[in-house]
């Protein structure tokens, strides 16, 4: 998979459930606290993300991600492993 | 959806068994008759706590095999009673909390469920009982918070939060409270608390520091998570008492260190749903008494009908909520 399909993956599930993007660009240099998501919305963001590509990470390597860029890059590092 | 609610003979429960908001379905669930000291309720609203946010996101692991089922604040029309029932009947309007009132009927012990006082509407009264229990519980049963004292109160705008607000403003307390965004910091003002601080960093430890001239508080009731908890406990004074109402540290097996408790602090966290029921049942009658006489009053509260349901789980996910959620089922049906 390509990361540009993980990218959009992400992208629609953090417009689906952060709200007030209607109409944004996303940044993905920004992280999604950076767009008002609670830690709550960034949970479902992630596992909705996950169970869409496939794929199940730790908690604790999640923790390390800063921004969006970062969580496309470990979903893409995870889907080349499976 | 809401008109097969209101049908006696499709009768439904909330369930998921997918996690996420998007995953909440009702889906027809029969009614169980009341045996022994059970009351059978015809649900009208239901108070949505966190703990229900949590397991539809598979946050928290589900307490019951699949379906996922969710339930806590209840208020509704008494249906049918069991045998042993001697203290309500058929029609009474009642108030309580269960572990599956997410649903069309419920059936539950008579003991976790008291009158609703005739001045509360049925979603002022689905506001009352988990809110208020855990804020007394935790300030007075286990803090046992003194006139005077000092008392931390995280996320004070919601639900648990504004309950201890309360209390705390009852028992003659001085407040320091967070809420995680500026309208909210604003509302805790304008109640006329004079420290209020931001949630979502984690400066409001150093401020207290300041504050308190580097004393700390006597109580801390916590819900933050991670950092913003081992920061809470350093807030804490001699002989402090920590509460933990969060569930997220809990359940990770997150580690504290002993140094926090240095000065004869205390460490101790709460469950209400493990407290004895008659403690719990003889809690809410002194809020109840309260809150009949004016000296409480009931939460704020968003309402959402039960086709909202999936927004009602939103708004709290998101911590964009002030007080409590309320979800309506029955809506239109006559008292």
């Known amino acids: 998979m390509e990361k540009a399909e993980i990218r959009a993956v992400v992208l629609r599930h953090v417009r689906e459930n952060v709200d007030g993007l209607e109409g944004v660009d996303i940044d993905t240099q920004k992280s999604m606290a950076d767009y008002s998501a609670s830690s709550l919305d960034i949970v479902e963001v992630v596992s909705a993300s996950m169970r869409e590509l496939e794929i199940s990470i730790p908690r604790t390597r999640l923790s390390d991600v800063k921004n969006i860029d970062e969580l496309v890059e470990l979903f893409y590092q995870v889907k080349q492993q499976v | ?335």
Not at chain 2, 121 to 141: C, G, K, N, Q, V
């Open chain 2, 1 to 335: 959806m809401l008109d097969r609610l209101h049908t006696p003979s499709s009768l439904l429960r909330l369930e998921s068994d997918a996690p996420g908001v998007s995953g909440l379905k009702w889906r027809d669930h029969p009614a169980r008759p009341p045996v022994g000291d059970e009351v059978q309720v015809r649900v009208r609203a239901v108070g949505l706590n966190l703990r229900d946010v949590l397991k539809a996101l598979a946050v928290l692991p589900a307490s019951s095999p699949p379906p996922v089922i969710f339930g806590g604040d209840v208020a509704g029309t008494v249906s049918a009673v069991g045998p042993d029932v001697v203290d309500k009947r058929p029609g009474d309007h009642v108030m309580g909390s269960g572990a599956d009132t997410f649903a069309s009927v419920v059936t539950l012990p008579s003991a976790t469920l008291a009158a609703k006082p005739a001045s509360l509407s049925f979603a002022e009264a689905a506001t009352i009982p988990i809110a208020f229990l855990t804020a007394m519980y935790a300030l007075h049963h286990v803090a046992r918070v003194q006139r005077g004292e000092r008392v931390l109160i995280h996320a004070a705008t919601g639900g648990v939060g504004l309950a201890a607000v309360q209390l705390c403003e009852q028992a003659g307390a001085e407040i320091f409270a967070t809420a995680g965004s500026e309208p909210k910091r604003a509302l805790l003002r304008a109640r006329g608390i004079r420290h209020v601080m931001d949630s979502r960093t984690l400066d409001f430890a150093d401020e207290i520091v300041r504050v308190t001239g580097g004393a700390g508080v006597d109580v801390v009731l916590n819900s933050l998570y991670g950092e913003f908890l081992q920061r809470s406990l350093q807030c804490l004074g001699r002989f402090g008492r920590f509460v933990e109402l969060g569930k997220r540290d809990i359940f990770e097996n997150t580690r504290v260190g002993l140094g926090a408790f240095a000065n004869n602090q205390t460490f101790r966290a709460v469950d209400l749903e493990q407290v004895p029921r008659e403690h719990g049942t003889e809690l809410l009658r002194q809020v109840l008494s309260d809150i009949e006489r004016g000296a409480l009053q009931p939460l704020p509260r968003h309402e959402f009908c039960a086709d909202q349901v999936a927004r009602a789980f939103r708004l709290m996910r998101s911590a964009r909520h002030v007080g409590k959620v309320v979800v309506l089922l029955d809506a239109n049906q006559e008292a």
